[in-house]
């Protein structure tokens, strides 16, 4: 036996062990059928079927999602793929401190994960419904502030970009908000090292550029069905490395 088909053997062993037959079988077939049709080469809608079979646990949840109209705000989920929420699920702890650029069901997650959250909303209205929407018996640690910058060249994206400056280093940062590029080249310098960047809709090409930011992180990529949506999306990690030189992230 190579050493290919070793290492091969070795993950189908491993991947056994931690997710039983059924989702291992479905990984190999997803693997085969990526071998002929890459992901990127179709729309998020035909890789519904190709998502199924590599995560057969989250059919579930996407099914039932077809049965019902709550937003992710009510499921109190991040409004991420499913595979980056199981992630988050086993990595956030309460003693993590929170921040995120865009608020929803993330919000209602952090929080019960017992998390120091700040959350930075730039839309009136929904913070307003964000508001109404978090369970008092959770808010007791939820710093929100109002940044009002509702476009890409609005007066206030300069302030709203570099709020994550007030109250850092961050264990977490979520950037699902305006300016994502900008917010997350804002935010290198205060994630603890360590720590993670949460970047979704990693999928689209307009931020195909943002890996570069992270050079010399560890980047886990997460593509898959998400909550209270009917297509596919990707959303990346950044983890930071424990030793960074800070001055070079800085002038970069």
């Known amino acids: 036996m190579n050493w290919l088909e070793t290492h091969m053997l070795d993950r189908a062993v491993r991947s056994l062990r931690k997710h039983g037959v059924f989702p291992t079988a479905g990984k190999a077939v997803s693997a085969c059928l990526e071998t002929v049709i890459h992901p990127r080469h179709l729309s998020s809608h035909l890789r519904v079927p190709l998502e199924m079979i590599r995560h057969p646990e989250h059919i579930h949840h996407w099914v039932a999602d077809r049965f019902r109209t709550s937003r992710a705000l009510d499921q109190g989920v991040p409004w991420l793929a499913w595979p980056c929420v199981d992630y988050l699920s086993e990595y956030v ?13 993330s919000t209602v997650f952090f929080l019960k994960k017992g998390c120091a959250l700040t959350t930075i909303e730039s839309n009136e209205g929904w913070r307003d419904q964000l508001r109404a929407g978090i369970d008092s018996e959770n808010s007791t640690r939820w710093d929100l502030r109002f940044v009002p910058a509702d476009s890409s060249n609005a007066p206030g994206q300069q302030d709203y970009i570099n709020s994550v400056s007030s109250g850092g280093p961050w264990d977490v940062v979520l950037v699902d908000g305006w300016n994502r590029p900008e917010c997350a080249a804002r935010a290198r310098e205060w994630v603890r090292p360590g720590g993670i960047l949460v970047f979704d809709n990693t999928d ?17 990529e997460f593509r898959g069905l998400g909550p ?25």
């Open 228 to 252: 209270a949506r009917s297509w596919t999306t990707k959303t990346d990690v950044y983890i930071k490395p424990k030793a960074l030189d800070l001055s070079s992230a800085r002038t970069s």
């Open 93 to 105: 702890t309460p003693q993590h401190k929170v921040f995120e650029w865009g608020g929803g069901g």
């Open 204 to 220: 689209k090409p307009k931020y195909s550029s943002v890996p570069e930011l992270f050079a010399g992180w560890t980047r886990k």
